[in-house]
């Protein structure tokens, strides 16, 4: 339909990371849910395709690869659109605003980076979060990697970190699962928006993805999206 070739006929193949709660994540049954899901399930029903979801590490997501080479469709992975990831990725128009936030052991207050001199900050691989570290030196702190979001909010939970950067969206939702063991203490405005990510190139996708987003936009089915996965 539309002039769209899919890498696997009948279907829209989606990379994204596990876990991104409430983006993408495992429901109690395996089964992968959440923000990003459900609008990739509405561009598919728009194709008359199945959602195959694949489950890769962020670095062949941001990286652009894992469409150029056709593992993938589309990204699906609470990406933020920016220029260099534009440089290798087809990005949607966005479909989500987001800042960085740090989350600290319930009592501590880090208010800003510097607070963290001589301590530790964990961050997640390929991200704009470690992106944000790396670039202020004046935290005088060493960072710490973690390849996925669940690894990087243990570390913080166990006291192998003093804090820990990521998107606020997902801080929030881990406060959540985690109640009154830690808190948002900060957040630094950069921002960002998310899109969903496709093949340099890949016109006729990006047009009915595009096209997709206006229509759950105007039609209410985005905020029936945001009410269930983000709240009120
Ligand atoms: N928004 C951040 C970025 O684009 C983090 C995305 C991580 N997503 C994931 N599914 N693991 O770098």
């Known amino acids: 339909a539309d002039g769209v070739s899919l890498v696997s006929p009948g279907k829209l193949t989606v990379c994204t990371h596990l876990p991104f709660a409430p983006f993408q994540v495992n429901d109690d049954s395996g089964k992968t849910v959440g923000f990003d899901i459900d609008l990739v399930n509405l561009v598919a029903k728009r194709l008359g395709a199945q959602t195959a979801i694949i489950d890769t590490p962020f670095e062949g997501i941001k990286s652009g690869e894992d469409m150029a080479t056709g593992k993938c469709d589309i990204a699906a992975a609470g990406m933020t659109i920016t220029d260099a990831r534009k440089e290798a990725i087809l ?124 229509e759950a936009k105007s039609d209410g089915s985005y905020d029936e999206i945001y009410k269930e996965w983000i709240g009120d």
């Open 91 to 214: 990005f949607s128009e966005p479909y989500f605003d987001a800042t960085q936030a740090l989350l600290v052991p319930e009592g501590e207050d880090v208010e800003s980076l510097e607070e963290l001199e001589g301590k530790k900050l964990g961050a997640q691989s390929a991200t704009t979060g470690l992106d944000y570290a790396q670039a202020h030196p004046e935290c005088g702190c060493e960072i710490i990697e973690f390849q996925d979001l669940a690894s990087l909010t243990q570390a913080l939970m166990t006291g192998q970190v003093d804090a820990a950067i990521n998107d606020l969206p997902v801080w929030t939702e881990a406060l959540k699962a985690n109640p009154g063991k830690a808190s948002i203490s900060t957040q630094f405005d950069t921002g960002e928006q998310y899109g969903l990510g496709m093949k340099l190139g890949n016109k006729s996708l990006k047009k009915v993805v595009d096209e997709v987003l206006a």
